[in-house]
């Protein structure tokens, strides 16, 4: 099983641009992502060799693409929006993400935003378990 909780180092490079259509926002967002996980003191078991040896150091390209669409009630705090994620590495599709949430702002510079997270899994390794999740997400804003 992977470890989650793994020393990482992670760097990203991302464009983003919108455009508004009457009360609708599009917004469309490209994200370059290089995660680099080091050799590590855990050890996992190899079936070619029989035998257990350390987890190598490895180091993984993302491409992430995300299209997120908001609708601007006139006159009303909360603003709605879902989005969706499609994550390829070298290999083709990894998984795909799609959130639905609101936004609700209490005033000029406090919001509190809450939704739920869907994510599925394409692509796995024979030896990795990895399980498709739903999440339910709850933030606080505070822009200065």
Same mark, same amino acid.
């Given at each position: 099983? /992977?470890?989650?909780? =793994? @020393? ?5 490079? *991302? &464009?983003q641009? %919108?455009?508004?259509?009457?009360n609708?926002?599009?917004? @469309? ?6 995660? +680099?996980? /080091?050799?590590s *003191?855990?050890? #996992?078991?190899?079936?070619?060799? %029989? ?15 995300? @299209?997120?669409?908001?609708?601007? #009630?006139?006159?009303? /705090?909360?603003?709605?929006? &879902?989005?969706?994620? &499609?994550? +390829? ?6 998984? +795909?993400?799609g $959130?639905? =949430?609101?936004?609700?702002? #209490? ?5 509190? %935003? $809450? =939704? *739920? @997270?869907?994510?599925? +899994?394409?692509? !796995?390794?024979?030896? %990795? !378990?990895?399980?498709?999740? #739903? ?6 804003? $505070?822009k $200065?």
């Amino acid at each position: 099983m /992977p470890s989650y909780y =793994g @020393l990482r180092h992670r760097f990203y490079v *991302a &464009l983003q641009g %919108d455009v508004d259509a009457g009360n609708f926002n599009f917004a @469309l967002r490209q994200k370059w992502q290089y995660t +680099y996980r /080091p050799e590590s *003191a855990d050890r #996992i078991y190899d079936e070619d060799d %029989d035998e257990w040896s350390p987890r190598k150091g490895k180091a993984e390209h993302m491409l992430r693409t995300r @299209l997120k669409v908001e609708y601007d #009630i006139n006159n009303c /705090p909360v603003t709605p929006y &879902l989005y969706g994620e &499609l994550y +390829y590495n070298g290999k083709g599709m990894d998984k +795909y993400r799609g $959130f639905l =949430g609101a936004e609700w702002k #209490i005033n000029k510079q406090h919001a509190i %935003d $809450f =939704g *739920a @997270l869907y994510q599925h +899994y394409v692509s !796995t390794s024979k030896y %990795d !378990t990895v399980d498709n999740f #739903i999440a339910a997400s709850i933030s606080y804003k $505070f822009k $200065f």
